[in-house]
């Protein structure tokens, strides 16, 4: 158990990081000609307590994302959620989906036809409708999940088809660079993939998120185009995985 005056000394730390992390975001869009209202701040929680995952709520953040689907439920009954939405963020494997149907506003890493499949069936069963972002693998790593960026378009016609989902854009993340213009240019080739299949008017897509950016790199994606970054360690300090 830790010391109240730890707790504390978190919980300021959370507070000021959330500050520096809202005028960064705000920041970046004014400077790329964008409103900050447009960009939507994704609390990375893995690994974190859910009493400091209450307290950044406590401060308005809206939305956090989980990577995996064991933890997040471990977390589920001690979280304030009634104002707060929650993401998986992390690979999914089918056999998790059950677990997660009609609990999560969104499932960001969808990368194939069976796993969208799965939670079109067992959305339907739980009366719900899941929204969906389609994970792109925009550096075409091996050990990463996502779909090919050539094979996005073909992924997403398929999907649509299916009732008890609804894609409503794409997410990425792209590889670690030692150079932040390479990050930049996966991040303006995410930008126009989204785009360009925005632009094909889908029958139930709605091309409305662009998921990418981490504690890194998110004032550069939002200059290229993102609606939503994922930030844990900015704001919630280095964590032990």
């Given at each position: 158990m830790m010391e109240k005056s730890s707790i504390e000394r978190c919980k300021t730390d959370v507070e000021e990081n959330l500050r520096e992390i809202r005028e960064n975001i705000a920041q970046s869009a004014v400077s790329s000609g964008r409103n900050p209202d447009e960009i939507t701040l994704l609390a990375v929680t893995k690994t974190v307590p859910p009493w400091l995952i209450n307290h950044a709520?406590?401060?308005?953040?809206?939305?956090?994302?989980?990577?995996?689907v064991q933890e997040f439920l471990s977390k589920e009954d001690e979280l304030n959620l009634e104002n707060c939405g929650v993401h998986i963020i992390g690979h999914l494997q089918t056999n998790k989906v059950k677990y997660i149907a009609g609990k999560v506003q969104m499932i960001e890493s969808v990368d194939?036809?069976?796993?969208?499949?799965?939670?079109?069936?067992?959305?339907?069963?739980?009366?719900?409708?899941?929204?969906?972002?389609?994970e792109v693998n925009i550096g075409g790593e091996e050990s990463k999940s996502g779909v090919k960026p050539e094979q996005t378009l073909e992924l997403i016609e398929e999907i649509s088809k299916f009732k008890g989902i609804s894609v409503k854009g794409l997410m990425t993340i792209p590889p670690i660079c030692d150079i932040i213009s390479r990050t930049e240019k996966y991040f303006s080739d995410m930008n126009k993939l989204f785009i360009d299949i925005g632009s094909k008017n889908i029958d139930n897509v709605d091309m409305k998120h662009l998921s990418m950016?981490?504690?890194?790199?998110?004032?550069?994606?939002?200059?290229?185009?993102?609606?939503?970054?994922?930030?844990?360690?900015a704001l919630f300090g280095s964590r032990k995985y």
């Open positions: 709520i406590s401060l308005g953040v809206n939305m956090i994302g989980e990577n995996r194939s036809v069976r796993l969208a499949s799965e939670i079109s069936r067992l959305s339907l069963a739980a009366g719900v409708c899941t929204d969906v972002l389609i950016g981490m504690s890194a790199d998110y004032r550069e994606a939002i200059k290229h185009g993102a609606t939503t970054v994922r930030v844990g360690t």
